[in-house]
DNA sequence: GACAAGCAGATTGTCGACAATCCAGCAAGG
DNA sequence: CCTTGCTGGATTGTCGACAATCTGCTTGTC
């Protein structure tokens, strides 16, 4: 008998290929901030009934990035710089808490994936695709989640992914120009690699703050405008 | 103009109404953890279609105490000893967390909240009511999470206490007593309204893990009996 | 012109029925 | 015996239609 493991077959029910391409969708910027979701309009798009259409929904509301209001509709979540700076400080504590629990249980294979997902990001780089970087980049910021052998952890950053990476296409977007290319994890990776927790965990906060303070600075000139519009 | 605010009125859609009631089933430990739920059996005994009960369903799937697997049904979560040991862990971080952002924002309000919440408590003890009892203390617990004035540590924590609610009810019913008496929130509630926010840090962090080592040798007990069975 | 009542259109919420899938049990074949 | 393939029943996934609700406009009244 080989001793190869197959893979749990991929789950291939509409509802999950919908909350995919929503979440997606929405992840990207495709559906912006504040908009509403027409349930027809979309089931039609997509060539679907409403019910698992609406079923998607329901999911990516329980995640934090769909908001419903019964009887009025579904709406992607506005973004406001408190909600930045609110999911910013939790992901601090979180990723302190996360390199402690990762720290003794780094192997062989994390350090491989570790350079897998570096790569991937300075690749997504090279490669201008800005939708990309941010997707890598936070896979390469998920390892320590991954690895810190704690579910509820895990599915607590997951949740907060979202957020920050609907932030971080919001800001891209709107800035509309490239990422530098200098490679800005290289300290990051380096330091998961060494020794030296306590410095691990003093860059990932300290990193984290650079982008921090621009995307808030940018959200909170988003708001302006806005109350001035309105 | 008087300056009465209303509550928002009621939600009344029957998904809400299922989810509250599903809910409630399952953190009371009505519906035992890894039972499954019959769609057409529960519709039909809350007068309902399958629809909303679905959609409710996808909403707990999401909020972590349901699971799901295509095609084969919706189940309550398995709480294994594990589980207990990851929520608790990650609750301790966001517990001094939640101190510290809540300790500047402490006032007249917040001490009266913090009475009332722990008068709940003592209430629901005196009554011999352990779910209740259970309910309220995390609800006394929960003050620092609301006063912290962070929307996603909020809601990071109110996921994490469906299931530490969960785990504690099935504890509860397991053992078939009453908790002491004797009130062990005291020094909490003292701590949070002195000066010293080191201490209360300190003292959320042991608290719980008194509850915590007793929980956790019940689960370990739950799954060797489990094994043996298997 | 201001305002309330009421109507029409659009959208969401719910329903009952049908299709797709799974599972236990049994028969056929080695 | 063990394995393989089939079949019937039960359950989940999906669909199209209907009911409830909201919104904006029109209308009538003052």
Redesign the pocket.
């Known amino acids: 008998m080989g001793k190869l493991d197959f893979s749990p077959i991929a789950d291939t029910?509409?509802?999950a290929e919908i909350v995919g391409l929503l979440r997606r969708a929405i992840l990207t910027g495709q559906l912006e901030p504040g908009q509403?979701?027409?349930?027809?309009r979309i089931a039609e798009q997509m060539r679907?009934?409403?019910?698992?259409l609406?079923e998607a929904m329901r999911e990516l509301v329980q995640e934090g990035i769909l908001t419903?209001i019964?009887?009025?509709?579904?709406f992607v979540i506005d973004v406001t710089a408190k909600d930045i700076e609110d999911a910013y400080s939790l992901n601090k504590v979180l990723d302190e808490f996360a390199i402690e629990r990762s720290w003794p249980l780094r192997d062989e294979r994390f350090f491989e994936e570790l350079d897998r997902r570096h790569e991937a990001v300075k690749q997504a780089t090279r490669d201008r695709d800005t939708t990309r970087q941010i997707e890598t980049a936070l896979q390469l910021h998920g390892l320590i989640y991954e690895w810190a052998d704690n579910a509820v952890l895990l599915d607590t950053w997951q949740r907060l992914t979202s957020r920050l990476q609907m932030y971080f296409a919001l800001h891209q977007r709107a800035r509309n120009e490239v990422v530098p290319a200098e490679d800005v994890h290289e300290t990051y990776v380096r330091l998961l690699k060494g020794a030296d927790m306590g410095a691990a965990q003093r860059h990932a906060r300290e990193h984290i703050d650079l982008d921090f303070e621009e995307l808030v600075a940018y959200a909170r000139g988003l708001e302006k405008r806005a109350s001035k519009g309105a």
Do not use: D
């Open positions: 029910t509409r509802r509403k979701l027409n349930e027809l679907v009934s409403r019910a698992p609406r419903s019964p009887y009025a509709g579904t």
